[in-house]
DNA sequence: CTAACATTCTATTGCTTAATAGAATGTTAG
DNA sequence: CTAACATTCTATTAAGCAATAGAATGTTAG
């Protein structure tokens, strides 16, 4: 007679679930979807966090240990910052299988971000790998508009940084001559439109790319880093 | 001059991270999860999801309101029954990644998981592929034990469909000089497990194969069906 | 048309959770 | 050792949600 801490099928189930429920249960905020979203980005200080969230610094510490108690993301105490990161890759996996589910199952989101960034004429025409193709072989410049820590995380394969805060001042360094393609967090990241307009204000030629470094290295094409990834 | 629905950044972000939290908040209850989950082998009526996640109907219907609110599933009504369904394979996906990420993530999980099912030397030992080879050539009889209906919405190549309820009655029927492979939903379904056992007892060669038919699937193997598949 | 049935709708209860603010912890600089 | 800082902990309040039960809807069989 065998004694388990689970007696039958039905406290066998009841715990499983409950635990998968943690999933739920974490990412019913949409302010933590915003932060874990961020995060896959790379490492953020609580304060950063609560910043790009639009939340009150205790108010985002409070979300980010649930996303701690639920092990999507972890800490580091670094002086008397405390960064948080995406806890495994299988986060990043999760949020992008969120994500495609929820804009196959709601029309509406497809909406909004039609409505918002209707610039369909100037974005990117071509298929990932002749992109690729175009910035090995230096036919168009590819840029990173993100933060500089974001871009120092992981980015795309001969891609430039320049921060978008740093965009105008540092635009006159960029070539006239060349097709620049603009990138930023992903599909629903403003950087990238902010940047394309701007640059193109100033009579440059450039198409924005909807791609972040998650929706990349998803299409199975590389990355690269300026650090060596962690892992 | 713009005037959008959407007017800036940050009323974009509220809205789409809005959106996204929906799903977290349809799986963040450990019922709905398990609805969800038995869904994926099939429709069923919401008696039936009723029993099957021991609920009361009236709660069960609740449930699923909710999970029809947040468009993980659909209904359909035949005569008094109403029949609910994945709304689509994104769904599946969504909780395969989910899954994933919770055995990853939480190592209780495989605990429990280990402690339940502890029958590592009696499990299928071989690859996939390696047994729908035998099963193809018929050197095996891969059992499928869940509910007919389920069996029928979908299941693996040359199973043959005895539904656990049914097995005392009629494992006459199976061979004594072939190994058996007994299947049902998936590495947390216990049906295989008792199925596995009973055929022991009875003095069969029997092993348990802890996938589904999603495992298999997101295995990138066939599967078969009964009558065609909707799609 | 009526009875039986499957399911949903409505209302009530108690529990969980998000936001907020004040106190406490741990870290560094001087 | 103290002040300044980043973050967490604790308590409070208001809003949201799961479970339950009774009433209502829609469907079929007779």
Redesign the interface.
């Known amino acids: 007679m065998k004694t388990?801490?689970?007696s039958g099928?039905?406290r066998?189930?009841?715990?499983?679930?409950?635990?998968?429920?943690?999933?739920?249960?974490?990412?019913?905020?949409?302010?933590?979807?915003?932060i874990l979203?961020v995060l896959c980005q790379g490492e953020k200080s609580v304060e950063e966090l609560a910043l790009h969230a639009?939340l009150d610094v205790k108010n985002a510490s409070a979300h980010l240990r649930v996303l701690f108690a639920?092990?999507?993301v972890t800490a580091r105490r670094e002086g008397k910052r405390i960064f948080y990161s995406i806890?495994?890759e299988?986060?990043c996996?999760?949020w992008?299988?969120?994500?495609?589910?929820?804009e196959?199952?709601?029309a509406?989101?497809e909406r909004?971000?039609k409505?918002?960034f209707d610039d369909r004429e100037t974005m990117v025409a071509y298929d990932r790998d002749v992109l690729l193709g175009k910035a090995r072989r230096g036919e168009i410049v590819v840029l990173d508009v993100r933060p500089k820590s974001e871009y120092e995380h992981a980015h795309l394969p001969h891609a430039r940084s320049i921060p978008m805060d740093e965009l105008e001042r540092c635009m006159a360094s960029l070539p006239r001559n060349k097709q620049i393609v603009a990138y930023c967090r992903g599909p629903?990241c403003?950087l990238s439109l902010q940047a394309s307009t701007l640059l193109r204000e100033h009579g440059f030629d450039v198409l924005r790319l909807p791609d972040g470094v998650l929706e990349w290295r998803n299409a199975g094409l590389p990355l690269a880093y300026t650090s060596p990834p962690k892992e």
Do not use: W
């Open positions: 388990n801490a689970i099928p039905r066998l189930k009841d715990t499983l679930y409950e635990h998968f429920a943690r999933i739920g249960k974490a990412t019913s905020s949409p302010k933590r979807l915003e979203d639009q639920s092990r999507l806890a495994d299988s986060v996996e999760y992008l299988a969120t994500r495609a589910m929820a196959r199952r709601f509406e989101i909004v971000v409505c918002y629903y403003v």
